[in-house]
């Protein structure tokens, strides 16, 4: 048994008692009442789907074991309304030799004949539902095509007869208003929620159903309900039908998907009072649009402000393929962000190269100095234009929160008005009633002190002296840009309200074209960025003064007199001797050893062979002073001048060296 609404259950009684005859029916064709078993879990059910119908499952169930012998139904629509549940029934009972009765007799599913007709009648019933559905649904279109159809309204209109209008709360209209206002400002819906929770203010919604429905509630303006109201074409004055459906899934359940304006099935402009015009409301949709991180291959905007020290975010693109540049973060030493432009170009689809990858920081730094030379003959224009904006904003949200106090005053009234009415003898209802009144009290106590503290809170940040200071750094801009304490999101703001976008090249050198908003273009030409290894390279004066205090010093003396002075390597770094020699391999410098035998200085060895001595007489001669040496690296090796033919034959040297010949040496000293 079935009937597919709770209203026809109650209405077309003698439907029901048709199908409940059915029992006698089959109790006359031979089966004992006790073995007859009624059905009528579906009863106010739809037949369309098995989902959720707790009957037809147990018929399915009790046939596909092999318990039932006969199905008996009015007709085929009562046991199901698709065809695939009513197939799915049919084969069960033709594997368990179940029969069918309906009104026009009975059948074997077993019987090819019988399944055929039983199958026609079941896509005859699902034609019926259809039909019946394109007779309802098409007339509801036809009204909707005409505007006529009512339609749940968003918080923040109403309908007066038949004409919709605003609501009537003023407060209603404030909040729905500053939700605009807000999103104007911010560009973003996680900008927008954030102002209304730092200000305390609640926005409104109605129940939709249950015993309060249609209630006005007040609440924290979630993400869900801004971007409803911020995407919903009603508050720009515009009737709206068709903006979502529902599919059917696989697993029998539906998805609320949206559907796109052009698949609308009736869209009327200017139908009604609106809080904002249709082209704000264009304008709206390209910006959630744009701030979404992923759209799909054709990315279209460059997203909202990120805390990112990448200046040029969403407003970079390829001067090779025209496409999107994204940005990668390196992490050097430190912690410290490098950003790098990248155009992944073919590569997300074809497995491409990168088109280009530009190091950031150049091309930020010049593009911030373009904008500050563009900005500063309209500083003073700015300053004005921001004082009025901070003035009408607060002042909004001042409306706003004094219109919550004369609800929670009203509230209060409202509350003493019923318990004044009420009978005080009774004290059921009076000890109720006064607990709602001091509960509607303390509510106004606390929206009146959060009001005063509000209030206090913004107009401490404007006042004469404060007015005065921002004045003074709106004027001078470069000030404001420079400032370690403005965030680089407000930079990327500052720099998108001139600039459109800017299109990078790296060739020999990198070129950005700049693209003001208003079409005025100019280009900044870089040198090409230096590789990681050329940004760690020693600086070429330093290698300068390595190359002249080898003349005179061995490694581990150069390092300290460079040190001395002050000077580091290419990475910020002390020099020692293995960083000296480093240079001195990378850069091809020779040594104080191979200098001192260029200019014809010999070693132990050498002089040995040459005068036929061995080396310790040669040590003991240079601590005589007969011969001149020096130590030529930090391992104390020697070297020697050759001695003249009359010095070679002279024995008559003192034996003690004087002092002003002897060259003594430390680990870290000077010869």
């Not at 085929?76 to 009972?93: F, G, I, K, P």
């Not at 698949?263 to 390209?286: C, F, M, Q, T, V």
Request: contains cysteine; glycine residues 8%; aromatic residues 6%.
């Amino acid at each position: 048994m079935r009937q597919s609404t709770v209203r026809q259950v109650l209405e077309n009684t003698e439907s029901t008692q048709r199908q409940y005859a059915l029992r006698q029916r089959a109790v006359a064709l031979g089966w004992p009442p006790d073995r007859v078993i009624v059905i009528d879990a579906d009863l106010g059910q739809s037949g369309a789907s098995a989902v959720d119908r707790a009957g037809f499952q147990q018929l399915v169930a009790e046939v596909g074991m092999g318990r039932a012998g006969i199905v008996l139904g009015l007709e085929v629509s009562r046991l199901a309304r698709n065809s695939t549940d009513w197939h799915r029934l049919l084969e069960l009972c033709a594997l368990t030799d179940t029969l069918i009765l309906d009104e026009d007799g009975i059948y074997d599913p077993a019987c090819f004949n019988d399944r055929l007709l039983l199958g026609l009648k079941g896509t005859m019933s699902e034609a019926e539902l259809h039909v019946l559905r394109a007779r309802l649904r098409g007339g509801l279109l036809n009204k909707a095509r005409r505007g006529e159809l009512r339609c749940r309204l968003p918080v923040g209109l109403v309908y007066d007869g038949a004409r919709v209008v605003l609501d009537p709360d003023i407060q209603v209209q404030d909040s729905v208003r500053l939700l605009f206002q807000t999103f104007a400002r911010t560009g973003a819906a996680h900008a927008t929620i954030k102002y209304f929770r730092l200000q305390g203010l609640l926005f409104p919604t109605r129940v939709a159903a249950g015993a309060r429905q249609g209630e006005l509630v007040w609440g924290p303006l979630s993400l869900g309900r801004a971007a409803n109201a911020l995407h919903n074409p009603w508050y720009a004055g515009a009737y709206a039908f068709g903006r979502s459906r529902w599919r059917k899934q696989p697993d029998g359940r539906t998805r609320h998907e949206r559907v796109p304006p052009s698949e609308w099935h009736a869209l009327i402009r200017d139908a009604h009072p609106g809080y904002i015009a249709w082209e704000e409301h264009a304008r709206i949709a390209h910006c959630l649009q744009a701030a979404a991180q992923s759209v799909g291959v054709a990315r279209v905007g460059q997203g909202p402000p990120r805390e990112g020290p990448a200046l040029l975010q969403g407003h970079a693109v390829c001067g090779l393929c025209g496409s999107r540049m994204h940005i990668h973060y390196a992490t050097r030493r430190g912690g410290v962000l490098i950003p790098h432009y990248v155009c992944a170009g073919r590569g997300r689809l074809f497995g491409d190269p990168l088109c280009q990858s530009i190091l950031g920081t150049g091309i930020d730094a010049a593009v911030a100095t373009l904008l500050i030379d563009a900005v500063t003959p309209m500083a003073l224009e700015l300053t004005l234009a921001v004082q009025q904006e901070i003035t009408a904003r607060l002042d909004a949200a001042d409306r706003l929160r004094h219109r919550q106090v004369e609800r929670a005053h009203y509230e209060a009234d409202r509350a003493g008005y019923r318990y004044r009415q009420g009978d005080p003898a009774n004290r059921l209802v009076a000890d109720t009633l006064e607990a709602e009144w001091n509960a509607r009290l303390r509510a106004r106590a606390d929206a009146e002190e959060e009001y005063q503290r509000q209030r206090t809170a913004d107009r401490l940040p404007v006042d004469a002296h404060e007015r005065g200071r921002l004045l003074a750094l709106a004027t001078d801009f470069p000030a404001v840009w420079s400032d370690p304490h403005t965030p680089q999101r407000e930079r990327k703001r500052m720099l998108a309200l001139l600039i459109e976008d800017v299109t990078l090249i790296k060739q020999r050198e990198s070129t950005a074209a700049v693209r003001f908003r208003g079409g005025a273009t100019t280009t900044v030409t870089l040198p090409r960025p230096l590789t990681a290894q050329q940004m760690r390279a020693t600086h070429a004066d330093v290698r300068a003064q390595i190359d002249a205090l080898l003349d005179e010093y061995t490694d581990a003396q150069v390092a300290h007199v460079l040190n001395e002075r002050g000077v580091r390597t290419g990475a910020g770094e002390a020099f020692d001797p293995a960083r000296v020699q480093w240079v001195r391999f990378s850069t091809k410098l020779k040594s104080l050893k191979a200098r001192l035998l260029d200019a014809g200085m010999l070693t132990s060895k050498q002089l040995a062979a040459q005068l036929g001595m061995s080396r310790t007489t040669i040590g003991k001669r240079r601590a005589h002073g007969r011969l001149v040496g020096r130590i030529c690296n930090d391992l104390g090796e020697w070297l020697y001048w050759p001695p003249s033919r009359h010095a070679a034959d002279d024995m008559t040297l003192p034996t003690t060296p004087p002092r002003d010949r002897t060259v003594t040496s430390t680990a870290g000293g000077a010869v």
